[in-house]
């Protein structure tokens, strides 16, 4: 199991950026972002497979994933932030099957 910790959140206004991380206790080959808000499904906005990034439509172009291997932490680079991104934002680990969550870490867009 590997421990998981996500920072970086807060309240920005609609256009602006954030950058969240997550700091991983070992090195995983698969993870991913994901986001939930009060009466919705979690969703994935973000992956990293190895190196291979994958983002869903409504994140493409705004979001971007990547990794420090060395430190064995996860960014989530996020610009063009608008209020409909507001949520929990979560990282996960694991390539299929179980996987390991952090404990989530808030974004709020104002407009």
């Known amino acids: 199991q590997v421990q998981l910790v996500e920072s970086g959140g807060g309240s920005v206004q609609a256009g602006g950026s954030l950058r969240l991380s997550c700091a991983a206790s070992?090195?995983?080959?698969?993870m991913a972002w994901s986001r939930q808000t009060p009466g919705r499904e979690r969703e994935v906005v973000a992956t990293?497979?190895?190196?291979?990034?994958g983002y869903p439509d409504f994140a493409q172009g705004r979001f971007t994933t990547s990794r420090d291997y060395a430190k064995h932490i996860l960014y989530l680079e996020m610009n063009s932030l608008k209020p409909d991104d507001t949520a929990i934002y979560y990282c996960?680990?694991?390539?299929?099957?179980?996987?390991?969550w952090g404990q989530g870490t808030q974004v709020t867009v104002f407009s």
């Open positions: 990293l497979n190895f190196d291979t990034a």
């Open positions: 070992t090195y995983k080959a698969c």
């Open positions: 996960r680990a694991g390539c299929s099957g179980t996987y390991d």
